[in-house]
């Protein structure tokens, strides 16, 4: 039944998304973020990007027109922080060092989240495990393609990461009286229990990708001259250790207390390697300097604080503390359901530290992007990059606001006229579908019971 | 830097002029929504001994009253979140600081406000939003965390966010009697997603079905054994002997205080209304996630409701993706008088943004606000004392830089009871503090 469901709901979502077209929007005021507001402003897509934006755009006679007079028009919504669409568990939590794991193994392009969060003018989510280890597994850039396959979903020419753990997270399957990720009685405490030994397990993992650096730079030596060595056995764990060594992988490291966050920056300075961002990084306003000289962006909450200690020292004014020290600072959701309005998560800072309006969407937009290392394909309306837009009906900084239409490489992947007006069939058919399924008179068995009911927590990931 | 110069402005402002009792107090040239009344642009609000006595367009100064010129702001009356923990959860995680569910099916006689923590960092972190007034319930509603779920977890007390004691916040001890109704566990039901990977485990439907009867009748006799204890109480029955549980319930079964009636599920408010109906208590529904059918039921009977937060993903995978943002206007729209609240701690200062999220979706905006004013004041039985800008009720209003509901605006000052309450919290000190960090 559920799968049917689903089914259904993909393929009359998947009908919405529209050809790569020729579009003119016009008559919006278009947020580019990077280059001003225009106001009555047009914007033109073509083959799937930006080809034009101004006051007056002149459109090919074939161009389909959309008339945004009175809405207002910003680039799609980029989430540095999601664990959306993992089929199965978040966290390979028996290891302190998972980095074998890819992500990209396990996308579920049919999670319903997907096009609840595009209806919230999501369009990127760098999707990543949970934080049960030290060093965690292989995070992988996604475009929210609702109807795409997983392999047309992840994002073309955005450089995969790896996810680090610092602080309670990591450090509690190691503590006698918890553990999150095992169940029953006396579970089996897992090395490390504190946060010396998360220090220990990351610099002992890049010590050994170093000898295994070595050893295969000895090995391709001595083929270059010509000789027939042995090669050196592979490791998958090791391996992406080396590519994040050699700038082919980005780290983004949970992490809340200011301590840990120094910690792990002189490890990779000792290590050589770069720590790509600091996620959560709800202390991050303690040791801004220290974050901007290491090149680190920091993606953290607008205003969580409180549901353990390690985030009682958390402040919602973080993100302007660190934006005004000069740190990359974007806004996370590490929620299906944050994720689905991360512009009024933008608006806060506004209130929390005095952000422009400019400054605040670009915690959602632009600077995910830099974050990302895809700040030359999308996160602002510039010409030429992917015509990944949001639509709203006022301006996205207002909590009246809501989102209207999605284009993600200029196909649109949400429009809301079209999701009301197939309501009725849906409604209809699910009614059919249950009669043919002879319900029982207590109608119970429609749909799927929610990850977010009530006592399915999700506090495993924050 | 804008809130640095916002504070240093206020303290520098001249026009206070310091003189009568600390709770009395002059606001003047400021925009006032009453929300029980039309707006008045450029107006002043009067307060002496803590208690509104004028509002209007000109309003003379009164002998020695502190005036404060509210340069052009906005003025609106404190804002109410109508179901938190605020005062008895600290870290969430850390079972030291939390005083929720208490051990036991039947807590009727716990009281919330004798625990509140009126040093709760939590304090004044939500009334920097704009919430001079919370309900705080003993029970965190967790459903499905434990086996042996209470079904009367104690007594929510409404209380200010502002004072010395929690004798001096509390507006309103024993303000409602909070209740988890039990449900069928079946599908989707509370914990389901763990109940529907667990599936080898879960119990058939009609022996769940046995259960959920055998819990009601359970409550019914608890109910019962209350009315005999009144009955015997009255009466002065020789071996009559005090009870302090079942006189906890006195004022529930004589309709005097209302039960705040957890209820999730279309089927579950129906029950909880046939079960107020056969018992003849007053309820609240508290935390539905879905209208159904229940509008006419709910109108018909008169039953207020007390909406969660708006900010939830949809119950089931082919719900319409704005299923909860709409969920309020479906309230609306069925004649239903209902309030905001979100019924946690860490988000409490949130609820205007709950409410502002029903309004993107079809809620008028005026229905939004009375959802934080008015309406709550109402349904808690507190609004001869708060929820509006009106003579004769306690001094609790704001003013802001704008709507209240947007995030973008800036709560300036707060007035609890006519005193003036510091918007400081630790969100602000450690801005302020790590900001000088060179």
């Known amino acids: 039944m559920r799968r049917v469901l689903l089914v259904v709901i993909a393929a009359c979502a998947a009908a919405a998304v529209s050809r790569a077209e020729t579009i003119l929007i016009r008559n919006a005021t278009v947020l580019t973020i990077t280059k001003g507001a225009i106001e009555n402003g047009s914007v033109l897509i073509e083959n799937g990007k930006i080809a034009a934006i101004g006051k007056k755009v002149s459109a090919p006679a074939d161009a389909t027109i959309v008339d945004a007079s009175g809405k207002y028009l910003m680039p799609g919504i980029i989430d540095c922080h999601s664990h959306t669409a993992i089929e199965g568990g978040v966290n390979e939590g028996t290891l302190s060092d998972s980095s074998m794991v890819n992500i990209k193994d396990v996308i579920n392009p049919n999670d319903i989240n997907i096009y609840r969060s595009l209806a919230g003018g999501l369009t990127i989510s760098n999707v990543l495990h949970g934080s049960a280890n030290a060093i965690g597994g292989q995070t992988i850039v996604v475009k929210l393609r609702w109807g795409k396959s997983a392999q047309e979903m992840i994002m073309e020419g955005a450089k995969p990461g790896i996810k680090f753990a610092l602080g309670e997270n990591p450090k509690r399957a190691g503590e006698p009286s918890q553990n999150f990720f095992s169940q029953g009685a006396a579970p089996e405490r897992r090395y490390p229990g504190t946060r010396m030994g998360v220090e220990e397990v990351i610099r002992e993992s890049f010590a050994e990708a170093k000898n295994y650096q070595a050893e295969w730079k000895d090995y391709n030596d001595r083929v270059a001259k010509g000789e027939h060595p042995i090669p050196p056995r592979k490791d998958l764990r090791l391996e992406p250790l080396v590519e994040v060594m050699e700038g082919q992988r980005y780290v ?13 920056i002189r490890v990779a300075d000792e290590m050589g390697f770069k720590i790509r961002t600091f996620q959560h990084v709800l202390e991050g306003y303690k040791v801004a300097r220290e974050i901007k000289e290491h090149g680190a962006g920091a993606s953290t909450f607008s205003d969580w604080w409180s549901y353990k200690i390690e985030a009682f020292d958390a402040t919602p004014y973080n993100a302007a503390i660190m934006a005004k020290k000069g740190v990359v600072v974007s806004l996370n959701s590490d929620s299906d359901e944050l994720q689905r309005h991360l512009n009024l998560e933008a608006a806060k800072t506004m209130r929390y530290g005095g952000m422009t309006p400019t400054e605040a969407l670009a915690m959602v937009t632009i600077n995910p992007a830099k974050q990302l290392g895809i700040d030359d394909k999308v996160g602002s309306i510039e010409v030429g990059k992917s015509a990944d837009l949001a639509l709203f009906d006022q301006d996205p900084l207002s909590n009246y606001s809501k989102c209207l239409r999605v284009w993600i490489d200029g196909h649109q992947y949400f429009d809301r006229d079209k999701d009301l007006e197939t309501r009725p069939k849906f409604n209809e058919e699910k009614k059919q579908l249950l009669q043919k399924e002879n319900a029982p008179a207590t109608g119970q068995r429609t749909g799927r019971p929610v990850a977010n009911a009530p006592g399915a927590s999700e506090e495993a990931y924050r | 830097m804008r809130s640095i110069l916002g504070f240093l402005g206020f303290a520098l402002m001249p026009v206070a002029l310091w003189a009568a009792g600390d709770n009395s107090v002059l606001v003047r040239n400021v925009d006032v929504h009453p929300v029980t009344g039309a707006d008045i642009r450029n107006g002043a609000v009067l307060v002496i001994d803590g208690k509104i006595v004028e509002v209007g367009a ?83 509603g ?228 009375r959802g934080l004013t008015i309406n709550s004041a109402q349904i808690l039985g507190a609004d001869n004392e708060i929820g509006s800008i009106e003579k004769g009720k306690v001094g609790d209003f704001i003013l802001t830089d704008g709507d209240p509901l947007e995030a973008k605006t800036n709560i300036k000052q707060m007035f609890i009871g006519g005193r003036e309450v510091p918007l400081e919290s630790r969100h602000t000190r450690e801005f302020e503090k790590w900001m000088k960090r060179p």
């Open chain 1, 252 to 264: 983004h490291a949970h992490c809340y207390r200011s301590d840990e966050i120094l910690m792990l």
């Open chain 2, 142 to 369: 967790g459903r499905g965390r434990s086996a042996t779920a209470s079904v009367i977890t104690g007594q929510g007390a409404l209380m200010h966010l502002e004072g010395w004691t929690w004798e001096e916040m509390a507006i309103k001890p024993s303000a409602v009697m909070d209740m988890l109704f039990p449900e069928i566990q079946s599908g989707g039901g509370r914990g389901g997603f763990a109940a529907f990977l667990n599936q080898g485990a879960t119990r058939s439907y009609a022996e769940e079905e046995r259960q959920y009867k055998q819990k009601l009748a359970q409550i019914s006799q608890f109910f019962d054994e209350a009315r005999r204890y009144e009955i015997a109480k009255a009466a002065g029955a020789p071996e009559f002997k005090r009870d302090v549980r079942l006189e906890a319930m006195i004022p529930v079964i004589d309709g005097k205080q209302s039960l705040f009636v957890r209820a999730e599920r279309e089927r579950m408010i129906k029950d909880a209304i046939e079960f107020a109906d056969k018992e003849k208590v007053k309820i609240i529904i508290a935390d539905p996630r879905e209208l159904g059918s229940t509008g006419s039921l709910l109108k018909e009977h008169n039953i207020p409701v007390v909406l969660g937060k708006t900010f939830q993903l949809p119950m089931r995978d082919d719900d319409p993706y704005d299923a909860p943002y709409t969920l309020p206007n479906d309230f609306y729209k069925a004649g239903v008088k209902f309030c905001f609240g979100t019924f946690d701690t860490e988000f409490a200062r949130n609820v205007p943004f709950e409410a502002a999220q029903a309004a993107a979706f079809g809620l008028p905006k005026e229905a939004a606000l």
């Open chain 2, 58 to 140: 000109h309003v003379a100064p009164h002998g020695g009253v502190k005036v404060v010129d509210g340069h052009g702001l906005q003025l609106y009356p404190g804002l109410i979140n109508a179901a938190t923990n605020v005062g008895l959860s600290e870290v969430e995680s850390l079972r030291d600081t939390i005083d929720l569910d208490e051990i036991g099916t039947f807590n009727p006689e716990l009281r919330a406000e004798v625990a509140f923590n009126p040093s709760s960092e939590h304090v004044e972190v939500t009334r920097a939003s704009g919430i001079t007034t919370v309900i705080t319930l003993p029970g965190s």
